[in-house]
């Protein structure tokens, strides 16, 4: 029997409570995290290795979210992003989504609510990989 | 005119707010006219009103009830929003939610805006009688902008506390050493040093007294500028700050708690540790080791030494870091610890868990003789003990050297090497029985702040051991690559409970389970057991500093033993439902109480996870919102009949906002009742059997005139308003009021309750003027049940469309547990019923729409009869198992209600 491949999964929001509060969580429920507050680190995270799943906040200091998934889909297509932000507008939820963004959560949100986009999100690349 | 239109639209109570997140900043009294579909459907009211008032010559000089009503309107919607914003942010704290402080600054931003339009609001209503409001909320207003400007906001506090006084609430004003100090001594009853904190407020009155934050300002900006390198930089503020004068209410506090330190110890000279004791100093802003301590400080020498501390927040090391790290200078607050000295024997530091090594279950112990200082930097070698976490704590290595010298204090102040007599040099410092010692309370204080631990000890001359320091150490960071799959470990435990009941405090421990069936079990708890109760009780506070867990049948996270649990921070889960039966005492389980889940079994590794993982209630974010809601959520204005229910009597935002609404219906009422303002707005007493006083007034239709145009009293057969009179029938219907006949099985259910109703629900204090303004097709009531008044608003229609109703409940004069428990039986009772409902807390707000209008009617009959059953329910449910039981007693009345 083959162990699983956990799910790989970024994070990055430039106030450090949002990885302090998510890691933990995400790390007790199996999955392999790794977490940036900085948007010019977790660049360069991205240009050494592909991430299952991307949880981005927007409105950031230095290069902005949307710079950063345009980015991070661009090297990796498969890569599912979650967009995370408190500045939650029609305009820029149409943007992410044209950006191919998976989903959209208005901060604040529940763990429960993150964990089960997530869930979703690894259904899809689940479904890709199968059709693939 | 386009203004008395959109007063009488019944929709600012109706139409969806926004969420609570940014984007709700609009001013709600200027919201954008409502929708075509809806104005179209008002047309009735709106003839009436233009019709009304329109060419009224009068109305000239008296402004229309339309227009007031407009503002009465407003007044309910604010307040509605503002209750549910402040309810929502309290929801934050309870750990399901994720936050941030663009959160906190919205929410306040927003709460601010709704709190100025009510204000503005009421003055629209009177002018210029409650122009004291303003006042109170400017200065609400500042605290909060200094709160989010991570200015502390000190004013309160004292330059001086004594560590008896201080607890963990106080950890800004005194810094985090200080605070945990204070903790080990005054909850664990360890021996910590005698002492006090000259806390951050003092040191913000040292800087403001000399002017020094100016100079301040202008050194750092040539540093930034690079005019200056940074030890220039720190070396002229330094020395600025040694020039300056300690202020004289600073001084006199100091030596007040100097000479009861005399006391306290009986020495008749003192010698003092000084210590810097800053917020953030350590944990997650990691400015450990960068500030100074001075030991064995002759009392005169205190005040120099004192600025020497404070001056240390200024090395060219920490004003690096804040730049690193987008402090601002002005952000830093240095609190200073003041001990008496500890005629330390020997000295050394326990890490509960080993740096190197954390996987193995192991603590550190380092020693050596006389004072902890050279230990702790490195400056002398020291005997290193490796110990077993578990009991009974075996050695697992040791490791003497020979310790050639020691610092000792010397006898006219200050300290100085001195070499170790040749007996003692090659001798172990520690004893088996002190390690034993060591190892058992380290642990008791790693469990009490749920981390792992740096903690630095002396033991004195008479053998006793004394804490001097404990902060958290941090080792999440550096080995996060050895914590990884927690979830696979996990997974082989067997899950015994999951998400049964709520979590009351946060944290995971494990144990072997102890029922306690009664209280003189207590006497027989062991140390590091898992407390499993039927009920939630506060006499469990004998063992909490014990107990690795908690977990009951029954309760509430905000009942009482819930309060204590988190003062001790043992992991509590409440409410299970059936925990005693799951359990048995003996046997091994480890609690995970924030997945809530209980496995079978000792998980090491889940422990040691928890205890690497940061408190998360304890981060900047937590405590924060936390400050900023006790500005904004607690309730002092509580009786409207007392002295200070006045405008300069408000001290949150929460007491001008139960303020306004209580004058806004007040003004109404005098308005129209009353004075008689308005001729062509009809208004009088509704007279029934009710020990309830409503004021009707009539908008359009509502009422039928009195032939004689006396239209004082009204009795219910005059009520034409549809929502109004379905209202009142459910109200009076038998049972309601309870102050009818019953049928036998009722009157059994009625009388085991009402034995216990208590003799305030019958005094008229919470009995003032209710009001109902109404039309034909309208009513909005205001009920006074409990501190807030209960509002309904409703709308028939032809189109069915357009009919609503919208519910509010909240407050009660009972405490929190109860009143929540009565949003509980209200949110089974609503929602049974078909009505959309929210429950934040004590909040209930209630919606449906869209029901044929025979279907409306039956709904607000149903809200009467709930309404009249509830008002004294907070003090009924006694215990959550109540709920179930009024809610079947609920149901069996409507039952007899509908079927006669």
């Not at chain 1, 090297?75 to 979650?82: G, K, L, Q, W």
């Not at chain 2, 303003?134 to 004292?158: C, N, P």
Request: charged residues 25%.
């Amino acid at each position: 029997m083959t162990i699983p491949q956990k799910t790989s999964i970024l994070i990055l929001d430039d106030e450090p409570i949002v990885s302090k509060r998510l890691k933990p969580s995400l790390d007790k429920n199996g999955y392999e995290v790794e977490a940036f507050v900085r948007s010019i680190d977790a660049m360069s995270r991205i240009r050494e290795r592909d991430f299952d799943i991307i949880i981005t906040d927007l409105k950031m200091e230095g290069i902005n979210g949307m710079e950063f998934l345009t980015e991070a889909k661009r090297r990796s297509p498969s890569t599912e992003v979650i967009v995370i932000t408190g500045f939650a507008t029609m305009e820029t939820a149409k943007q992410s989504f044209s950006k191919g963004v998976f989903d959209f959560l208005a901060k604040p949100f529940k763990l429960g609510e993150i964990l089960e986009v997530i869930r979703k999100a690894e259904t899809k690349r689940r479904e890709k990989m199968a059709a693939a | 005119m386009v203004s008395i239109s959109k007063a009488y639209l019944p929709y600012p109570l109706m139409r969806d707010l926004p969420a609570a997140t940014g984007q709700g900043n609009r001013p709600v009294a200027d919201r954008p006219p409502v929708k075509d579909r809806s104005l179209r459907t008002m047309k009735n009211i709106l003839t009436w009103a233009n019709r009304t008032f329109h060419p009224e010559p009068k109305a000239a000089q008296r402004v229309p009830f339309a227009t007031l009503f407009g503002r009465f309107q407003n007044i309910l919607t604010l307040n509605n929003r503002s209750l549910e914003l402040i309810a929502e942010a309290n929801d934050k704290l309870g750990g399901h939610y994720v936050f941030d402080q663009q959160y906190i600054r919205s929410f306040c931003q927003e709460l601010r805006e709704l709190v100025d339009q009510l204000i503005y609001n009421l003055e629209g209503l009177a002018p210029q009688k409650y122009s004291g409001l303003f006042k109170v909320f400017r200065e609400i207003s500042y605290d909060i902008e200094e709160e989010m400007a991570s200015r502390l906001v000190i004013s309160g506090a004292d330059f001086v506390m004594p560590y008896e006084r201080i607890s963990r609430e106080h950890i800004s004003v005194v810094g985090g050493k200080n605070a945990r100090l204070a903790e080990m001594k005054n909850v664990l009853g360890l021996r910590v040093p005698a002492g006090f904190a000259i806390t951050a407020r003092s040191f913000q009155s040292f800087m403001e007294f000399n002017e020094l934050w100016p100079k301040v300002q202008a050194i750092t900006g040539e540093w930034h500028l690079n005019s200056l390198t940074g030890e220039q930089a720190s070396a002229k503020i330094m020395a600025l700050i040694s020039a300056a004068v300690v202020p004289l209410d600073v001084k006199k506090a100091v030596q007040t708690a100097l000479a009861q330190l005399h006391q306290l110890t009986g020495n008749k000279t003192l010698h003092l540790a000084v210590r810097s004791s800053a917020w953030g100093e350590d944990s997650e802003l990691s400015f450990a080791g960068q500030y100074k301590s001075m030991l064995n400080v002759a009392e005169e020498n205190l005040f120099h030494c004192y600025k020497e501390v404070i001056a240390s927040a200024f090395s060219p090391a920490a004003m690096e870091y804040r730049r690193q790290n987008g402090f601002g200078d002005q952000e830093m607050a240095m609190s200073v610890a003041c001990q008496a000295m500890i005629d330390a024997r020997l000295s050394g530091v326990i890490y509960t868990i080993s740096p190197t090594s954390p996987r193995q279950d192991d603590l550190m112990i380092s020693a050596a003789w006389g004072l902890g200082e050279p230990v702790v930097s490195g400056e002398i070698s020291a005997d290193q003990y490796t110990v077993s976490r578990k009991k009974p704590h075996k050695i697992s290595a040791v490791s003497l050297v020979r310790k050639e010298k020691q610092l000792i204090p010397q006898p006219e102040g200050g300290t100085m090497m001195q070499a170790v007599e040749d007996s003692r040099k090659s001798n172990a410092s520690l004893t088996n029985d002190q390690i034993s010692q060591l190892a058992t309370t380290a642990l008791e204080i790693e469990q009490f702040f749920r981390s792992h631990m740096d903690i630095e000890f002396s033991i004195d001359r008479q053998g006793e051991l004394v804490i001097l320091q404990a902060r958290p150490l941090n080792l999440a960071a550096q080995n996060s690559q050895q914590l990884c799959d927690i979830a696979a470990i996990v997974r082989k435990y067997p899950v015994l409970m999951k998400d049964k009941g709520v979590i009351a405090q946060k944290g995971i421990g494990a144990g072997k389970i102890f029922v306690v069936n009664n209280s003189a079990d207590l006497n027989y708890f062991p140390s590091g057991a898992i407390l499993v109760a039927r009920y939630a009780s506060p006499l469990y506070a004998k063992v909490m500093s014990k107990a690795r867990g908690i977990i009951t049948d029954v309760g509430s996270a905000t009942c009482h033993m819930a309060t204590i649990a988190r003062e001790f921070r043992v992991p509590t889960i409440v409410n299970t439902g059936n925990a005693t039966e799951v359990f048995t005492t003996g046997q091994d389980v480890t609690i995970d109480a924030e997945e809530n889940i209980v496995y079978g079994g000792t998980i090491d590794e889940l422990c040691f996870y928890g205890l690497t993982t940061e408190r998360i209630e304890e981060t900047y974010e937590y405590r924060l919102l936390r400050r900023v809601l006790k500005k904004i959520e607690p309730l002092f204005l509580v009786d409207p009949t007392e002295e200070n229910f006045t405008p300069e009597g408000c001290r949150s935002f929460h007491d001008i906002i139960r303020f306004v609404h209580e004058k806004a219906v007040e003004e109404l009422i005098n308005l129209h009742y009353t004075q008689q303002h308005d001729p062509l707005a009809l208004s009088g007493k509704l007279r029934w059997d009710l020990p309830l006083d409503m004021i009707l007034i009539d908008i359009g239709g509502g009422i039928i005139p009195a032939e004689t145009g006396g239209v004082m009293d009204i009795g219910i057969e005059r009520i034409t308003s549809i929502p109004m009179r379905a209202f009142v029938h459910g109200l009076s219907s038998p049972g309601a009021w309870n102050n009818e006949p019953l049928s036998v099985d009722m009157a059994s259910f009625m009388s085991s309750l009402t034995k216990t109703v208590p003799t305030e629900l019958a005094s008229p204090k919470y009995m003032g003027q209710n009001l109902a303004v109404i039309s034909k097709e309208y009513a909005n009531i205001s009920l006074r049940l409990g501190y807030h008044f209960s509002i309904i608003d409703a709308y028939v229609s032809d189109n069915q469309n357009d009919s609503y109703i919208y519910f509010r409940f909240a407050g009660g004069v009972s405490d929190l547990t109860r009143r929540s428990r009565r949003a509980r039986f209200l949110e089974k009772i609503l929602t049974e019923n078909d009505f959309m409902v929210e429950v934040h807390n004590d909040l209930v707000i209630a919606r449906i729409k869209q029901l044929p209008t025979r279907d409306i009617e039956a709904k607000i009959n149903f809200l009467g009869l709930l309404v009249g059953f509830t008002r004294q329910l907070d003090i009924l449910l006694i215990s959550d198992q109540h709920i179930n039981q009024f809610v079947s007693g609920f149901e069996m009345l409507v039952k007899k209600n509908t079927t006669e």
